[in-house]
């Protein structure tokens, strides 16, 4: 049975390296990658760990085996990795219901991912819930970029509650950055 939870160890952070590597665009065929989505960002270990440290990311795990996980990333890692750090200027600059987000307490989806084999179970609904029930007192939304080639993810995203806000172009790609209110207004 699948239990969601905050990871904890060393070894769950591992479980997310390896969910993250099987499910890269570049380790995908084409139709695969449009079929089931894609990761296209690669995190590392050290950075896993800094994240952790600030607040632990949301894991689906079964058998010991870590086959989902929504990584969360605040403003104190922003500038670990390039890509994070380009992602929070970006959100900074864009504007939600008349208010700049750089003023807001917002955290961001650093990822998402459900193993191949359980997808389709309620897995992502099941991982957001538990990520807004542990970040929710603490922010007011959940921000992410979704590569707009990736309709699959944005459909799940948008299922669970994220609007489509903003596009950006990054690295000849079109992402789109989607936003979930936790605020009173936006429930």
């Known amino acids: 049975m699948v239990s969601i939870k905050l990871a904890q160890e060393v070894s769950e952070l591992e479980g997310i390296l390896a969910l993250q590597r099987r499910n890269l665009k570049r380790c995908l065929s084409e139709s695969e990658a ?13 950075y896993l760990r800094q994240m952790q440290e600030q607040r632990p990311s949301v894991i689906a795990v079964d058998d010991g085996r870590v086959v989902g996980y929504a990584l969360v990333v605040t403003r104190e890692v922003r ?3 390039p890509f994070i750090s380009d992602l929070f ?6 504007s939600y219901r008349g208010s ?10 650093g990822q998402l991912c459900v193993d191949k084999d359980y997808r389709g179970q309620g897995l992502v609904g099941r991982l957001y819930a538990f ?3 542990s970040l929710e007192e603490r ?3 959940g921000v992410t970029d ?21 596009a950006i172009e990054y690295e000849g790609l079109t992402w789109d950055v989607v936003l979930w209110d936790w605020s009173e207004s936006g429930r």
């Open 139 to 141: 922010y007011q939304c």
């Open 131 to 133: 990520f807004r029930a």
């Open 100 to 109: 700049l987000l750089a003023g807001t307490d917002y955290v961001v989806v």
């Open 79 to 81: 500038a670990g990795l």
């Open 34 to 46: 449009e079929e089931q989505g894609f990761l296209i960002a690669e995190y590392d270990l050290d």
């Open 146 to 166: 979704i590569a707009r080639a990736n309709r699959r993810s944005l459909k799940a995203h948008q299922k669970v509650g994220f609007e489509v806000i903003h």
């Open 89 to 94: 200027d970006e959100i900074d600059r864009i």
